[in-house]
């Protein structure tokens, strides 16, 4: 199957869980082992207005190839039916947009670059990009 075919939300659902799940082993690594406090910090890094914090952030700075903006903009433009009622659409729309290329590039197999992005999600999170609430 050629995964660049496939659908942004069906992307954007492969990479919602590739993320949370590379975001937990990266703050287990870290040193947090409390499930109450994993969680709180976890979600600081996937909540919608994170993700889109992470995705703008990359975008402005270039570090998506061309390929890359592509599946981001199959995912973000995808026509999705339900948000939810405390985010903003434009949030959510972007965050399907990371989540479709984190999707597409784990299904490639790519580990190495959404390392890279994960990488990049903890700097900007840690640099004060999105409240810690």
Do not use: C, P, W
């Not at 061309?66 to 199959?74: A, F, G, N, P, S």
Request: proline share 0%; aromatic share 8%.
């Amino acid at each position: 199957m050629d995964n660049k075919l496939l659908n942004g939300l069906t992307l954007a659902y492969v990479g919602d869980s590739a993320y949370e799940l590379l975001i937990r082993k990266r703050l287990i690594l870290e040193g947090l082992t409390k499930s109450d406090r994993l969680h709180k910090t976890a979600i600081n890094y996937t909540k919608a207005s994170a993700q889109a914090t992470i995705v703008r952030y990359l975008l402005a700075n270039n570090f998506f190839t061309d390929e890359e903006i592509l599946i981001y903009k199959r995912g973000r433009n995808s026509h999705v039916h339900l948000t939810r009622k405390n985010i903003a659409l434009a949030d959510y729309l972007d965050a399907t947009g990371l989540e479709a290329l984190v999707g597409y590039l784990f299904l490639e197999g790519n580990e190495k670059r959404i390392k890279e992005i994960i990488d990049n999600a903890f700097d900007i999170i840690k640099g004060g990009a999105v409240d810690g609430r």
